[in-house]
């Protein structure tokens, strides 16, 4: 490698190094943070690396048990709150509300992209338009009647209210993508499987669905982070812990003053697992459906 | 006949759900917006446009609406650049980048409002990290107020939306770069053309579809950003980091003004509908070529 090359490729690597550390170390000083003492993490400057690490915070959340640490008062800033305790709950309830848009968005956005794709009948055009565009709506504009609707339904503070709206704002998405990656399938193997008798769902079932299995595990992603994630419609249609999902209880958690950051790192923590691990596992195919879905049409 | 039973048997679900979260709150916000509508009022009298031209005319709608065209103006910009820096970068064979095309995404996957609440932690003006490694390596002689500080705020909201949102334009750069034939760049190579000006004449040319869609799309988003803001400043200090978005927010859940909040989402809309026109003549455009 001639001096010109190696030089180049050191700063590639550097490069590299600097775009790791600057999408890493926020998340390495969360979970750092969460396994400190609110002591140690408003020293100045804060240590990066947990002197002394303890689970004590995230025993606090699931037991309830307060860290040996919080009674030294003189030394604290904040405090443990008791809002912590619920961190679990939310937790739960984002990952049923996740798993039901997940399982509507797959069922009924399936449904209906495969007509799209495969099918000719009056309206059509109007239909796929009308469900695109919808997505075109900003959403403060509609927050108000949605809250509204959902009071008619008797939906508020449910964990079913926002499978419902969650539903309704994905939908489009899926729609879009999976009318595409159905379109880009060849058409003859379901024909053949038309000639022999199939219905036009037994076709579906039997012949488009296992070839389409990267477009569903596309969309059922992208429903899943996006429903786990949503935090407007999730902070102002719940109010217990019935229904809260994860972001607006760290939401309300870290604007809370008084709050430890250790917890609050805590519940950052929490938050960001799950996603975390998702992205991971289904980068592949969230990373070929955002490109479908921005470019193709 | 039976066809056209199991055509819409399979997508009026989807109607229906859509049109229901959709077209009902369209009419509804849009007949809210042509009365008076204070929830801390009695009645609810039809006043024509009246919430619009008190919009038009709100000082801090004006104010807030400057604050977003200026977030608009940094923000649509920085994203665009730092995502095809990545791809550019991510684009290069180097041993151990496959890595990083696996991280590139993280920022992206976590809510928005854990990434927010992430970076408070970090920027804390008396225990934050950053003013400490700063403090650490005498890079400045006091701590600074990255989040309370009037000048300064505005552009920390920004840093931190450009680092969640980097991801998505990286990845769509990185797919368009990865459609380019390298003997076009090789050919350039050979004619002696410098690294820029491969990137300049040969591969940025070739990115343009890609690049319009990026920054229609990060305008769009930016237009409408609100859960950095709830965790990060709460549009603090002050007015600062109070974008149209926020304001909206303020007047309909804080004021309780129903009307004049549906007026200001109406009024924002209007907006974003030139920026979608925008969005899908490009799109089509692609598809022409």
């Known amino acids: 490698m001639s001096r010109r090359a190696r030089w180049h490729t050191g700063l590639l690597a550097l490069a590299g190094v600097a775009l790791a550390l600057v999408i890493l170390v926020p998340f390495g000083f969360a979970v750092s943070a ?23 915070n995230y025993r606090y959340v699931f037991t309830g048990q307060v860290p040996e640490a919080y009674k030294q008062r003189a030394l604290l ?66 927050a108000i009647p949605i809250y509204e609707i959902l009071r008619q339904l008797d939906l508020l503070d449910s964990k079913l209210g926002l499978v419902v709206i969650y539903s309704a704002f994905s939908l489009p998405f899926t729609i879009w993508v999976l009318t595409l990656y159905f379109r880009s399938l060849p058409p003859e193997m379901e024909e053949a499987a038309r000639v022999d008798g199939c219905t036009r769902f037994g076709a579906l079932r039997y012949v488009a669905l296992p070839l389409a299995a990267p477009g569903l595990a596309a969309v059922g992603a992208f429903s899943f982070l996006f429903s786990y994630s949503e935090f407007l419609f999730a902070l102002f249609t719940t109010s217990s812990t019935h229904a809260k999902t994860i972001p607006v209880m760290i939401s309300s958690i870290s604007v809370n003053p008084d709050a430890s950051y250790t917890l609050v790192a805590v519940g950052i923590v929490m938050s960001i697992a799950a996603p975390v691990l998702f992205a991971l596992v289904f980068r592949r195919y969230i990373t070929s459906g955002l490109v479908a879905s921005l470019t193709r049409r | 006949m039976v066809a056209r039973f199991y055509a819409w048997g399979t997508v009026t679900p989807v109607l229906v759900l859509v049109a229901l979260f959709t077209l009902f709150p369209f009419f509804y916000a849009l007949v809210t917006s042509l009365h008076r509508y204070v929830l801390t009022l009695p009645g ?52 151990g980048f496959g890595i990083l095309l696996v991280l590139v995404l993280l920022p992206w996957s976590v809510p928005t409002v854990s990434a927010g609440i992430m970076w408070r932690l970090l920027l804390h003006g008396d225990f934050g990290a950053i003013d400490g490694a700063l403090y650490r390596f005498h890079a400045i002689d006091h701590y600074v107020q990255w989040l309370s500080s009037s000048r300064l705020a505005l552009m920390s909201v920004i840093l931190v939306h450009a680092w969640r949102e980097f991801p998505l334009p990286a990845i769509l750069f990185l797919a368009a770069l990865q459609t380019i034939p390298p003997e076009l760049t090789e050919a350039a190579r050979l004619d002696r053309a410098t690294a820029w000006q491969r990137f300049r004449y040969v591969t940025l040319p070739l990115l343009k579809a890609p690049l319009m869609i990026v920054l229609v799309y990060e305008t769009i988003i930016a237009i409408s950003v609100f859960d950095v803001v709830y965790v990060l400043t709460g549009g603090g200090p002050g007015s600062a980091t109070t974008l149209y978005s926020w304001y909206t927010y303020t007047v309909t859940f804080k004021f309780l003004d129903l009307g004049m909040g549906a007026a200001l989402s109406f009024l924002m809309a209007a907006v974003l509908i030139v920026f979608i026109l925008v969005y899908m003549r490009i799109v089509r455009l692609r598809e022409d070529v």
């Open chain 1, 34 to 56: 969460s396994l400190q003492t609110e002591s140690q993490l408003i020293e100045r400057p804060p240590p990066l690396v947990p002197p002394t690490p303890t689970i004590d």
């Open chain 1, 77 to 142: 800033r904040g405090s443990v709150t008791q809002e912590a305790r619920v961190l679990p709950k939310g937790l739960r309830n984002s990952f049923l509300v996740a798993v039901g848009v997940v399982l509507v968005n797959l069922v009924l956005g399936t449904l209906a992209s495969y007509t799209f794709a495969r099918q000719r009948f009056r309206g059509k055009q109007v239909a796929f338009g009308f469900i695109l565009a919808s997505r075109l709506l900003p959403t403060m504009a509609v």
């Open chain 2, 44 to 95: 609810k009298p039809y006043v024509g446009f009246a919430n619009y031209r008190a919009a038009l005319s709100d000082s801090v709608a004006h104010s807030s609406a400057i604050t977003s065209l200026t977030f608009l103006a940094v923000a649509v910009p920085l994203v665009t650049a730092l995502g095809l820096g990545v791809a550019l970068l991510l684009s290069q064979r180097v041993r």
